[in-house]
């Protein structure tokens, strides 16, 4: 049975600084791994889909890289701002068009 | 992207009541869609597969008599919690892959249910 563990689960840092948060899964027979934000009270927000035949994904700030031999994702947020503070999820699929499996979750707080 | 939307966003339902909530696929078609909860302070956590035009399929635990779901057409899957209690408070937020076997999973907004 898959399962996701995300460390730290909670995470405070001063503005600017670099950041990584890491995202471990069992099974390394994933699909793809999608990286996504969730504000307090609210939905998701997708930042990175990496596929299983992909190492990374970029979208601004945000790098995502996925190491499926040894379970691994890391998702880098470059320059952190106040506004990046958020709960950030990572989650698998084993197969094309299943349910997510997701991860605790890293809070990150970021202060001005 | 493509766009899920969900209706409620926010109910409050007294015990013993049913509430029914809407997912929508507004630009694309799900032949799939997925229901999730997620308690406070805890992640999301699969309730069951909506497959349109057949039997929902749910995860161990979770009742489907109490949680139905119906498929009815490409774009609206409904989850109805019937006879509410407070125990079912939660966040339910839906999720669909675009056409059959999509790759990305898009979310709708979520639905914050309060049994009083």
């Not at chain 1, 996925?66 to 379970?71: A, R, V, Y």
């Not at chain 2, 766009?3 to 409050?12: G, L, N």
Request: aromatic share 8%.
């Amino acid at each position: 049975k898959q399962e996701v563990t995300q460390i730290p689960a909670a995470l405070s840092v001063p503005e600017g600084e670099n950041l990584v948060l890491n995202c471990s899964f069992t099974d390394s027979a994933i699909y793809n791994l999608q990286w996504f934000r969730q504000d307090p009270g609210k939905g998701l927000t997708s930042l990175l889909l990496i596929q299983s035949s992909q190492r990374e994904q970029t979208s601004g700030r945000l790098n995502a890289s996925l190491d499926k031999s040894s379970g691994r994702s890391t998702l880098y947020i470059a320059a952190s701002q106040p506004g990046d503070s958020a709960t950030y999820l990572c989650a698998v699929t084993n197969q094309a068009g299943t349910a997510l499996i997701f991860g605790k979750g890293t809070t990150l707080s970021v202060s001005s | 992207g493509a766009v899920v939307s969900q209706h409620p966003s926010w109910v409050i339902c007294k015990s013993g009541t049913s509430v029914k909530i809407e997912c929508r696929s507004l630009d694309f078609q799900a032949t799939t869609m997925f229901w999730y909860r997620q308690f406070p302070k805890q992640s999301l956590m699969l309730m069951a597969t909506s497959n349109e035009g057949s039997k929902a399929t749910y995860e161990q635990g979770v009742e489907k008599d109490k949680f139905l779901i119906n498929h009815a057409s490409l774009t609206l899957s409904t989850l109805t919690v019937t006879s509410a209690h407070p125990e079912d408070s939660s966040f339910y937020i839906c999720s669909a892959p675009p056409g059959a076997g999509g790759n990305e999973q898009y979310f709708g907004p979520g639905t914050r249910l309060t049994v009083t």
